[in-house]
């Protein structure tokens, strides 16, 4: 049989709770001072956002344009050269200037050991030089000589052999400016280890077949130092030879062994 209906359940509102007049003014300031703090962070993100893009337009006005780029310490080499190297142009701006770029382009310069490069605000670059000192020289050809620093490398294609540099003789193939004559490393090093006196006597080294050094002294005769090992007992030898015994007529000292030097005459 058919059910009857049910009666609908009455809800009664809950009577709302007047909130206290404080709570109320406590809550309409924390809303205050949040929207305050909201309103300053806005600001200093755009002033902080407004000063960079003034920074980047001001370091790159033509007031902040390279204008002279000034080389100091090139003697050898020329001052244009130096700054072709460097890569850097009039009217670029200063702050675009790479200088470790720079710094390695110049050094790569046959006679350049050294670069420093320094932006002199508000529009100069200063490129500073340290160049290398000739040490030797070898036949490049027939008709020039390759001039040489301390480690081989090639500073310098010359007409004419230059007065007051150490000859090698027999270090192979001469490349072009810049490059380093691996076999000449040897008898630099060997010049290198000699006493003051011995060097000044020395006119030549020469490496000779089968790898051998020997030095061909002033004003005759050859030092027969074999391979590069023991050098300071052989130039010892050397020295002790020619500070004790008339030299005269000197043709060969061989001091492979050092502690039996061999000397002939002519």
Known sequence: MPTEPSAPVQVRPTPLVPMDPRIRERRIEVRRRQGRRRLRLLVAGLAVAALSAAVWVGLRSPLLDVDRVEVRGAERTPADLVRDAAGIFEGQPLVEVDVRAAEAAVRELPWVDRAEVRRL???????????????????????????????????????????????????GDVPSPGQTVERAQGPLAVFAS?????????????????????????????????????????????????????????????????????????
């Open 121 to 171: 605000w508000p529009s100069t670059v200063l490129v500073t030089v340290t160049e290398r000192s000739p040490t030797a020289v070898t036949r490049s050809n027939t008709d020039n000589w390759a001039v040489l620093d301390g480690s081989g490398r090639v500073l310098d294609i010359a007409g004419e052999q230059l007065a007051g540099l150490l000859v090698l003789e027999g270090v």
């Open 194 to 266: 000699l006493s003051p006196s011995l060097a000044a006597r020395t006119l030549a080294v020469a490496v000779v077949e089968g790898g051998e050094i020997q030095l061909k002294l002033n004003p005759q005769g050859t030092v027969r130092l074999g391979d590069a090992a023991a050098l300071e007992a052989k130039t010892r030898a050397v020295e002790t030879v020619l500070a004790s015994v008339d030299v005269g007529n000197l043709e060969v000292l061989d001091v492979r062994l050092p502690s039996s030097p061999v000397l002939t005459r002519g």
